[in-house]
């Protein structure tokens, strides 16, 4: 149960970084960042997907008892 309830927090926080950097008030427009802040969004916003995914995943699996 602690499991679960642990994988459900870190699939939210995963999601929170992604909808913060998509929605997030100080984030400059596509068009106006350099290469390289193109480049690290694009990673942060992988690995916020990624987190979500595998905090999802072990919510879902992890917390099955097998009977």
């Given at each position: ?5 642990i994988?459900i ?27 390289e ?22 919510a ?8």
């Amino acid at each position: 149960m602690i499991i679960r309830i642990i994988a459900i927090i870190v699939a939210l926080a995963g999601l929170a970084i992604v909808l913060y950097l998509l929605f997030g008030k100080n984030q400059k427009q596509w068009d106006q960042m350099s290469e390289e802040e193109q480049k690290r969004k694009k990673t942060y916003m992988t690995g916020g997907i990624l987190v979500f995914l595998a905090g999802l995943l072990a919510a879902i699996f992890l917390g099955k008892k097998k009977q």
